[in-house]
């Protein structure tokens, strides 16, 4: 019989140089138990080369690989934990690194949870430098260590993913998909709480415009709101962003155009210092907490007057492709351990 806390790890990956990293760390958290086994998800959309499996070092006998040919996290880690047979999932990201009491630490947030505990968090740790101020890059990488339900490192309950129907795959980017099954897992009446033990996620490298590639996750909050309503941002503990604001600055920028175009220079004079000073702000926000080097504050102001005119496209066309998404079904705990029952609910429901 299987052990109530004998669990499984699933990582989805896209064949980055981190995934050696992260396997060669969990080889070496050995102090506690080991994992039934490793479920490495390639989804890569063409697959060139080998992954570095050989890096779990003892554990590669218990390391195998699916391929989901590049749609996304979300369905990388469903075909992982469906063919899982262990009580527990952990969920970890292939650009994470396990501290070496990590197995230990897990066992005992296992051990202790409850019969209505459905998930456990682990606490993320994001080293940054020590000489000098945190990048914007950085310093939005280090927001994680207060995310709530990151699946960098997430311990679920197998039964409770089961019940949930698992990550919704219309979340096609490793943004919002972790969130959208939380709230779906504690509508169905699981507890989700945080565990004792941490994991390190470095800072990967990235180029000035990885901010405004970001912003296509305005669409999937969209798809967020369609979901679970609008109150989503409170229960799944997430910041709002930017978005009122980026709308503001938009639209006097459109309004400055109009105006100019149809010859009302003082009413555009007035809509472009609005602009103005929307975008001064903005830049000034984001370079102020940085290390002011010339490169980054370039990269700052370059960005700021791309990110509001992007962050609003992303959100319309978000209300456009999702404008007849549907919860996914869902079944409600009845609070013993591995054991659920049938009547649907719809997902977001106050409890």
């Known amino acids: 019989m299987t052990h109530a806390t004998a669990y499984s790890v699933v990582i989805p990956t896209i064949g980055r140089d981190c995934l050696a990293d992260c396997l060669r760390a969990l080889a070496a958290a050995q102090d506690g138990p080991a994992p039934e086994e490793i479920v490495v998800v390639d989804d890569r959309p063409r697959p060139v ?17 699916l391929r989901t040919g590049g749609r996304g996290p979300a369905a990388a880690r469903n075909a992982g934990w469906r063919t899982v047979t262990t009580p527990w999932t952990v969920f970890l990201d292939d650009d994470v690194q396990v501290l070496p009491d990590w197995s230990r630490l897990l066992a005992d947030d296992l051990a202790s949870a409850g019969p209505d505990t459905g998930g456990s968090q682990g606490r993320l ?5 020590g000489d000098r101020r945190p990048t914007d890059w950085e310093r939005g990488t280090a927001g994680l260590e207060h995310a709530a339900w990151a699946t960098a490192d997430m311990a679920y309950r197998t039964v409770a993913l089961a019940g949930a129907g698992g990550f919704d795959e219309r979340f096609r980017r490793a943004f919002r998909e972790d969130a959208d099954l939380a709230l779906r897992v504690r509508g169905a009446g699981w507890r989700l709480v945080r565990g004792r033990r941490t994991t390190r996620h470095p800072v990967r490298a990235a180029d000035r415009w990885v901010s405004v590639r ?14 679970h309503g609008r109150d989503w941002w409170r229960r799944a503990e997430a910041p709002r962003g930017r978005l009122p604001a980026h709308t503001l600055v938009t639209a006097a920028a459109l309004t400055a155009v ?13 809509a472009g210092a609005g602009w103005a000073l929307g975008t001064a702000e903005f830049a000034l926000a984001r370079i102020g907490p940085g290390p002011r080097t010339g490169t980054e504050i370039t990269t700052m ?3 700021s007057v791309l990110i509001p005119p992007l962050a609003v496209r992303h959100w319309l066309a978000g209300l456009v492709r999702h404008r007849r998404a549907t919860p996914l079904g869902t079944v409600t705990a009845t609070g013993a351990p591995g ?13």
């Not at 996750?217 to 967020?224: I, K, P, R």
Request: aromatic share 0%.
């Open 258 to 270: 109009g105006c100019a175009v149809t010859g009302r220079r003082r009413a555009a004079a007035v």
């Open 214 to 227: 970001a912003q296509r996750g305005n669409a999937d909050d969209v798809l967020m709101t369609r979901l």
């Open 301 to 303: 102001l370059a960005t």
């Open 339 to 351: 054991t659920v029952s049938l009547a649907a609910a719809p997902l977001g429901s106050p409890r």
């Open 125 to 129: 740790t994001v080293p940054l430098p």
């Open 49 to 65: 080369g080998e992954l570095p499996l050989d890096a779990a070092g003892m554990l590669r006998d218990r390391v195998r690989t």
